[in-house]
């Protein structure tokens, strides 16, 4: 016996190409941002360099040589402008040609520089914090002077969160816009499939005609015609094996009559000692006959067989009592009481097969039905509306086990009376789908036996 290992579960097609778009548009989502931040970010990033570099322009403008010396003419009200810069803080420092401070702060380092050059920009760390600062190389004749102007980086850093925030929001949107779009295309690319799929779950078991294409994508007509030819295939076979049991099951039951006749002509003839011997087998012919009948009318009401153009209104009330006097010698003979109750009630349907499908409904109760007892078959229409043809016996009844067992061809319940085939009830059950109906089997009563009803659809 093989291991069972449950199914996993199948990703559908719209959740695998989600998922299969969702790290690209992700990743699409980080460059975006990172472009538009810089894009952005920078040319304020540059204006604020800009103003960095016009501070220590201005401060070199302060600067002086006096003799021998250098000197910074910066009043404090002139430092107190050069450092007022809003939430940042502002360093400035000037040094002397031989690196000796001569204004500003000691712990401000220059940055690298270049004689005659522009302000030089650099990141550094002053006190634990990250500022950016400007180094200005000014030449006099004393020799060079070193200016230094820095600042922290809070406003920079807060424009720069806001230029994020602000372009946060429409990329995220943009995405989940463009994702809902795959998800509706995706959606609107595998509908077809969808009904598709409706359209072969609605089918009847006996709907043998191509799947329709619709507007099918290209990609799935080569499936869907390869299942239309499957489909033939297969009816092809099933035609082929209709026709071999019906012709084999035709050829046999003229033999078989002539056979049964002679025999019966020949217990006749013979000495009471040897009678007996013939009727064993005159009846056993006529079980054979029997069994070919239902082989004939089997192949003749299964799926491959066309009825729709025998469908005719039928009065199954009409058929009851057509049939009746069919079966009362047989119940008779077994002292068993045979009634019908025929309520009109009119289908559409091959009358012919409703015939087979009474006789063998009839023949199931007589076979399981003890002598003394009881079997009633009645048509009308039920309290939903629609026909039935039903038949009721107060024999020993139908495990619910084998409720759904009993229909299948060649199956006997444990315990079977009788010689029978196991066909009649598989009859019946083909009969039944031939006409889209439905079956069930109750209980007859407190009593025991067993109800059978099938029900048909309305007439339209």
Do not use: C
Request: glycine letters at 8%; hydrophobic letters at 45%; aromatic letters at 4%.
């Amino acid at each position: 016996m093989k291991p069972y290992w449950p199914e996993r579960p199948r990703q559908t097609l719209r959740r695998r190409l989600l998922v299969f778009l969702l790290a690209p548009l992700a990743a699409l989502l980080v460059i975006s941002l990172a472009a538009d931040y810089h894009i952005a970010f920078d040319p304020a990033n540059e204006a604020y360099d800009h103003a960095l570099a016009d501070d220590a322009a201005a401060l070199a403008g302060r600067v002086h040589v006096q003799g021998v010396t250098v000197a910074v003419d910066l009043p404090p009200a002139a430092e107190a402008v050069l450092r007022s810069n809003g939430k940042d803080l502002e360093f400035l420092a000037v040094l002397g040609p031989a690196g000796q401070l001569l204004a500003g702060d000691a712990n401000l380092q220059p940055g690298p520089t270049m004689p005659g050059a522009l302000p030089a920009l650099s990141d550094d760390s002053l006190g634990g914090k990250t500022v950016r600062k400007a180094s200005y190389l000014l030449e006099t004749s004393r020799g060079p002077v070193t200016i230094v102007v820095a600042e922290t980086t809070q406003k920079r850093k807060r424009i720069g969160s806001k230029i994020l925030a602000a372009m946060i929001v429409p990329n995220v949107l943009l995405i989940l816009a463009t994702l809902g779009l795959v998800y509706i295309g995706v959606r609107s690319g595998v509908a077809p499939l969808a009904h598709l799929s409706e359209e072969i779950g609605r089918r009847s078991p006996h709907d043998v005609s191509p799947l329709p294409k619709g507007d099918v994508p290209g990609e799935i007509e080569p499936l869907v015609n390869a299942m239309s030819t499957l489909i033939d295939d297969l009816q092809a076979a099933a035609m082929a094996q209709q026709s071999f049991l019906a012709n084999a099951a035709h050829q046999l039951k003229t033999p078989l009559a002539a056979l049964q006749t002679q025999l019966e002509l020949t217990a006749a003839e013979l000495p009471r000692e040897y009678r007996h011997r013939v009727v064993n087998l005159r009846d056993a012919t006529q079980r054979l006959s029997h069994l070919v009948h239902q082989f004939l009318a089997l192949a003749r009401s299964g799926p491959e067989a066309d009825i729709a153009h025998e469908r005719r209104p039928v009065d199954l009330a009409h058929l009851l009592q057509e049939n009746a006097s069919v079966w009362y010698d047989r119940a008779l003979a077994r002292d068993i009481d045979l009634g019908f109750e025929p309520e009109s009630a009119v289908i559409d349907g091959a009358e012919w097969l409703l015939r087979e499908l009474l006789a063998n409904l009839i023949d199931n109760a007589l076979k399981y039905t003890s002598p003394g007892g009881q079997v009633t078959a009645r048509s009308g229409t039920g309290e939903d509306g629609r026909p039935f043809i039903e038949v009721e016996d107060n024999g020993p009844g139908i495990p619910e086990a084998e409720h759904q067992r009993i229909f299948d061809r060649f199956y006997r319940a444990a315990g079977s009376p009788g010689s029978g085939t196991g066909l009649g009830l598989a009859i019946v059950k083909e009969v039944v789908d031939r006409h889209d109906a439905s079956i069930h089997i109750t209980d007859a009563g407190p009593g025991g036996g067993a109800r059978i009803r099938v029900s048909f659809l309305p007439r339209r």
